[in-house]
């Protein structure tokens, strides 16, 4: 990727709050167009990153760039050109839909005119509902209205934090298809914190996971994941008659682990019945064949490996 193409870059990010490391020296890189999904557990550091990130928080060092220019030195110009929603979007309930995004627009020093307006409130499918007061609004429909009102000012970016938290599946369903249009018809770019792990996978094209404030994976969400890839475990009858025989054949290498009667193997789709029918024609009894594989997965073996001390500094 050129120069041109990063929309955000940070490197060597670090805050502190007394002894506490929020970020630590983090760095990453979103391009232009990227469903980018920023993960990590509680406490990771995702909430201060993006805090500083808008400037609602300053960094102890380390340095920002959006646009490609020094968010410090150029933060008006660069905001203009954000938009955002950190975590629950606050609104007036007496107020209608309509005029919540009137105020908050006029506030922010938008010319907002109801064309506008209703072209924001049809994008998030809110439309129907301009005129009722977001006070009789489901948390789902408030999440949507705040992706509105980031909106407003057409902005390139758009930052979200954990903006399906709370929601009942429809209405993750109703955000995650949104995102999906921003990204695809509207060109924009977008920044995704969650910690909804399947979420993400069913949107991002690249993501980041941190851990305790430093990053420890970043990339391609297919070629993380390796979609060809399954973690498979099959607990059989016997693990101790399965293992005698499994560790004389060629499925040995692809076993990854093995607890009493469950094994787990990382093999490709199309191996999976090869595989069962190999147990079978040996006589190993087999009681279930369970496919692991999914972020949530890969994330839990990324962070353990972070706690148990695998990656270092360097």
């Known amino acids: 990727m050129i120069a041109e193409n990063k929309v955000i870059e940070v490197k060597n990010l670090t805050k502190k709050f007394n002894n506490l490391v929020a970020v630590d020296e983090l760095n990453l890189t979103v391009f232009k167009g990227d469903i980018f999904g920023f993960l990590g557990p509680n406490g990771a550091g995702k909430s201060t990153t993006i805090r500083m990130l808008l400037t609602l928080i300053k960094p102890d060092s380390g340095t920002i760039k959006i646009f490609g220019k020094d968010l410090l030195k150029d933060r008006l110009s660069i905001l203009r050109n954000v938009g955002s929603i950190v975590e629950k979007p606050d609104f007036y309930g007496y107020l ?96 995704l914190s969650s910690h909804l792990l399947n979420e993400v996978e069913m949107v991002a094209n690249r993501m980041i996971i941190i851990n305790k404030g430093r990053a420890q994976v970043e990339g391609y969400v297919k070629e993380l994941l390796n979609k060809n890839k399954l973690f498979v475990s099959i607990e059989v009858e016997d693990g101790q008659i399965a293992f005698n025989i499994i560790k004389d054949s060629r499925w040995i290498d692809s076993m990854r682990n093995h607890i009493n009667n469950t094994f787990e193997f990382n093999v490709e789709a199309n191996e999976i019945p090869y595989l069962n029918k190999f147990l079978v024609e040996n006589d190993i009894m087999v009681n279930s064949i369970i496919p692991k594989r999914s972020l949530e997965e890969y994330f839990l073996k990324i962070t353990q490996e972070a706690n148990n001390g695998r990656f270092n500094k360097n």
Do not use: C
């Open 96 to 191: 209608t839909a309509y005029k919540n995004l009137e105020i908050l627009g006029k506030i922010s020093g938008i010319d907002v005119s109801k064309k506008l307006i209703m072209k924001n409130l049809e994008l998030v499918g809110l439309a129907e509902r301009y005129n009722s007061k977001v006070k009789t609004f489901s948390h789902g429909m408030k999440q949507r209205l705040g992706i509105a009102q980031a909106l407003l000012h057409d902005p390139e970016l758009i930052i979200l934090d954990e903006p399906t938290t709370g929601l009942d599946p429809m209405g993750m369903k109703e955000i995650r298809d949104l995102i999906i249009y921003l990204s695809k018809d509207l060109k924009k770019t977008i920044f």
